[in-house]
């Protein structure tokens, strides 16, 4: 059915709220931003064509109330709502609620992010379209003794995962059964306070497997295109930290394998719109459905670089009920894309948030050069919300100019005010194994844990340098209690690294 489209309500902040506000400039479509009284002076604010307040800062009383966002919608004459990503993106009674309110919901159907959107019900979908799965349950545990009897079917390591979780929210590493107990319940009431629902499931730990997910659309003619591959290994706890495409291990064959699974899986469920599937890939190239994700992407810009399409615009003309118009063999990959996630926060003192104002921002461009941002000099980031600030993605005919041009990018980024983690990724991209691609999902952490034990002995090593110095200047032979002021220094240093890491 073909649907008229004239004024797009975002339901969102921050950068992606402004990417989506540009797509729909480009179309001719107004726009209109919400916004908390935190964001009362956001950049999405100052670019929408109009706003209006949801409500207080927290985003229970702002963002996530789907009744204030209908309500604005209603008031402005709003005849569609995109809602990026987060915050009510994967929401079907949200969904559910702007189709009864007569208004366009740019996203799936609710049916479909039903089936898809809960993890549990999506690994059965999966079973049912014949796509393989990491081995566990399929259905939300209800006891840690249920749970101790899978694990124990399918073997240590294992996973505790939140049925309705992302973000690595509700989600527990188990190596052996007597933690098990423990963990089931830390992972079930993480779950309960993050998603309104503490039920958790469990499955196989893939050890170092390599985390590589495809990019789908599909329109309501029952037309569904892979749009190539995303690599997302490096991640902290469970987050994603770097996204490139495409993966530097997945070929021709293993891209088109894990591609028509995707679409499979998504057709089987009625699925419109965008919409991505992730995958586990392990050393032999075997591939694992891990979960589909019923919204657009964080990192979509590097499916948008490689592709040469506009997914946000695609999004919008899909909701119209217009047709793809692309065939699967119009979906050419060319070049090679990275996107960092620039955020407040401090890595050197457990990546905590970094509020504040921004002081200065000396943003990086030249060629290859796309940033999404969300924030402007002057702009006080708040503590309530997710502190990522932009996107930086770098584009080049090959990964090797890619991580170059992305080095040149983050030496121009200057963010006064406030920490960010720009450094963290200056000591990525400059690793050999990152250069090689030699990743999987604990490279990170293996990373973090080497440099640390670098930092350590470089203080270790600078106080006995200082000491021998003063010894020198002073004429005296090295005495004990300097060793022990020595030794007490290492004490010192490795306590404040175990405070920097808990």
Same mark, same amino acid.
């Given at each position: 059915?073909?649907?008229?489209?004239?004024?797009?309500?975002?339901?969102?902040?921050?950068?992606?709220?402004?990417?989506?506000?540009?797509?729909?400039?480009?179309?001719?479509?107004?726009?209109?931003?919400?916004?908390?009284?935190?964001?009362?002076?956001?950049?999405?604010?100052?670019?929408?064509?109009?706003?209006?307040?949801?409500?207080?800062?927290?985003?229970?009383?702002?963002? &996530?109330?789907?009744?204030?966002?209908?309500?604005?919608?209603?008031?402005?004459?709003?005849?569609?709502?995109?809602?990026?990503?987060?915050?009510?993106?994967?929401?079907?009674?949200?969904?559910?609620?702007?189709?009864?309110?007569?208004?366009?919901?740019?996203?799936?159907?609710?049916?479909?992010?039903?089936?898809?959107?809960?993890?549990?019900?999506?690994?059965?979908?999966?079973?049912?379209?014949?796509?393989?799965?990491?081995?566990?349950?399929?259905?939300? &545990?209800?006891?840690?003794?249920?749970?101790?009897?899978?694990?124990?079917?399918?073997?240590?390591?294992?996973?505790?995962?939140?049925?309705?979780?992302?973000?690595?929210?509700?989600?527990?590493?188990?190596?052996?059964?007597?933690?098990?107990?423990?963990?089931?319940?830390?992972?079930?009431?993480?779950?309960?306070?993050?998603?309104?629902?503490?039920?958790?499931?469990?499955?196989?730990?893939?050890?170092?497997?390599?985390?590589?997910?495809?990019?789908?659309?599909?329109?309501?003619?029952?037309?569904?295109?892979?749009?190539?591959?995303?690599?997302?290994?490096?991640?902290?706890?469970?987050?994603?930290?770097?996204?490139?495409?495409?993966?530097?291990?997945?070929?021709?064959?293993?891209?088109?394998?894990?591609?028509?699974?995707?679409?499979?899986?998504?057709?089987?469920?009625?699925?419109?719109?965008?919409?991505?599937?992730?995958?586990?890939?392990?050393?032999?190239?075997?591939?694992?459905?891990?979960?589909?994700?019923?919204?657009?992407?964080?990192?979509?810009?590097?499916?948008?670089?490689?592709?040469?399409?506009?997914?946000?615009?695609?999004?919008?003309?899909?909701?119209?009920?217009?047709? &793809?118009?692309?065939?699967?063999?119009?979906?050419?990959?060319?070049?090679?894309?990275?996107?960092?996630?620039?955020?407040?926060?401090?890595?050197?003192?457990?990546?905590?948030?970094?509020?504040?104002?921004?002081?200065?921002?000396?943003?990086?461009?030249?060629?290859?050069?796309?940033?999404?941002?969300?924030?402007?000099?002057?702009?006080?980031?708040?503590?309530?919300?997710?502190?990522?600030?932009?996107?930086?993605?770098?584009?080049?005919?090959?990964?090797?100019?890619?991580?170059?041009?992305?080095?040149?990018?983050?030496?121009?980024?200057?963010?006064?005010?406030?920490?960010?983690?720009?450094?963290?990724?200056?000591?990525?991209?400059?690793?050999?194994?990152?250069?090689?691609?030699?990743?999987?999902?604990?490279?990170?952490?293996?990373?973090?844990?080497?440099?640390?034990?670098?930092?350590?002995?470089?203080?270790?090593?600078?106080?006995?340098?200082?000491?021998?110095?003063?010894?020198?200047?002073?004429?005296?032979?090295?005495?004990?209690?300097?060793?022990?002021?020595?030794?007490?220094?290492?004490?010192?240093?490795?306590?404040?690294?175990?405070?920097?890491?808990?």
């Amino acid at each position: 059915m073909r649907r008229t489209i004239q004024k797009v309500l975002i339901a969102n902040r921050g950068e992606i709220a402004l990417r989506v506000i540009r797509a729909c400039r480009e179309m001719g479509l107004r726009t209109v931003a919400v916004y908390s009284d935190a964001d009362r002076a956001a950049l999405h604010v100052l670019h929408a064509d109009e706003a209006y307040r949801l409500g207080p800062a927290p985003a229970s009383e702002s963002y &996530l109330r789907g009744d204030l966002i209908l309500e604005a919608a209603r008031h402005c004459g709003a005849d569609a709502v995109h809602p990026g990503y987060g915050f009510l993106s994967e929401n079907a009674e949200f969904a559910e609620a702007c189709a009864t309110a007569g208004v366009t919901f740019i996203g799936p159907p609710a049916n479909a992010m039903r089936v898809l959107g809960s993890k549990t019900r999506a690994r059965q979908t999966a079973d049912a379209a014949g796509i393989p799965r990491v081995p566990g349950s399929v259905t939300g &545990l209800t006891s840690a003794e249920e749970a101790l009897k899978v694990a124990e079917g399918i073997g240590f390591p294992v996973m505790l995962k939140a049925a309705a979780g992302g973000g690595g929210k509700g989600m527990r590493a188990v190596a052996a059964r007597e933690e098990l107990a423990a963990a089931y319940a830390a992972a079930s009431s993480e779950a309960e306070r993050s998603f309104g629902s503490g039920e958790v499931y469990i499955e196989k730990l893939i050890e170092q497997p390599r985390h590589i997910e495809i990019q789908l659309m599909a329109d309501q003619y029952g037309r569904c295109l892979y749009l190539g591959e995303r690599e997302c290994s490096v991640q902290r706890r469970h987050q994603k930290v770097i996204e490139e495409a495409p993966s530097a291990v997945v070929g021709e064959d293993l891209r088109r394998r894990m591609g028509e699974a995707a679409v499979r899986l998504a057709l089987s469920a009625g699925y419109v719109n965008a919409g991505t599937v992730e995958f586990l890939v392990d050393s032999d190239q075997n591939f694992y459905f891990l979960e589909m994700n019923t919204r657009l992407q964080v990192e979509h810009p590097v499916t948008e670089l490689v592709t040469g399409l506009d997914l946000v615009r695609m999004q919008i003309r899909v909701a119209m009920g217009e047709p &793809l118009g692309l065939k699967q063999e119009d979906v050419q990959l060319r070049g090679h894309a990275i996107e960092c996630r620039i955020y407040a926060e401090d890595p050197e003192n457990s990546f905590f948030p970094s509020p504040g104002l921004i002081t200065r921002l000396v943003q990086p461009g030249g060629a290859g050069i796309r940033e999404d941002c969300g924030v402007y000099a002057g702009w006080t980031v708040p503590l309530e919300y997710d502190p990522m600030l932009s996107k930086l993605v770098a584009f080049a005919e090959t990964r090797e100019l890619a991580i170059d041009r992305m080095l040149r990018a983050l030496d121009e980024y200057v963010i006064g005010g406030i920490k960010t983690n720009i450094g963290l990724f200056r000591r990525i991209l400059n690793d050999p194994d990152f250069r090689a691609a030699r990743i999987d999902t604990g490279y990170l952490e293996r990373l973090l844990a080497r440099a640390a034990s670098v930092d350590e002995a470089t203080v270790a090593d600078e106080v006995v340098a200082i000491a021998a110095a003063l010894l020198a200047v002073s004429g005296c032979e090295r005495t004990p209690a300097v060793a022990d002021s020595v030794q007490q220094s290492r004490w010192a240093t490795a306590g404040r690294q175990e405070g920097l890491r808990t």
